[in-house]
């Protein structure tokens, strides 16, 4: 069974930093994911991308609201699937819950976590 847990939110001042990490398991050869994602959902709004990172090639992407203060990278201290953000400069408007998203290039499988909410307020 895919699990995918989130960690690492919490109440940030503006202009801090937090890193959330997202340890993946129960992936088989047939739903191994090729994308590992975060995406957000402030109050009220629905929930949008926030940056993805290929599993074989690295290759990343991000929202422009978030480029040069958040970066994705495999999490390589555990020993599992996991993925990390690093957020610099938080925004008030970053606020929100943070999601994991694993999910096959055919889009045949996609799992989320249940997220981490990560308040940016002084």
């Known amino acids: 069974q895919v699990q995918l847990v989130e960690s690492g939110g919490g109440l940030v001042q503006p202009g801090g930093s937090l890193r959330l990490s997202c340890a993946a398991s129960?992936?088989?050869?047939?739903?191994?994911?090729?994308?590992l994602s975060w995406y957000r959902q402030a109050p009220g709004k629905g929930r949008e991308f926030v940056a993805t990172?290929?599993?074989?090639?690295?290759?990343?992407?991000?929202a422009d609201s978030v480029k040069g203060r958040f970066t994705i990278s495999r999490d390589n201290t555990k020993n599992t699937v996991s993925v990390a953000l690093q957020m610099n400069s938080l925004k008030p408007e970053d606020t929100g819950v943070y999601y994991c998203?694993?999910?096959?290039?055919?889009?045949?499988?996609?799992?989320w976590g249940q997220g981490t909410q990560v308040t940016v307020s002084s």
């Open positions: 998203y694993a999910a096959t290039g055919d889009g045949l499988f996609s799992y």
């Open positions: 129960g992936f088989t050869f047939t739903n191994f994911p090729n994308n």
């Open positions: 990172m290929t599993t074989a090639g690295g290759n990343t992407n991000y």
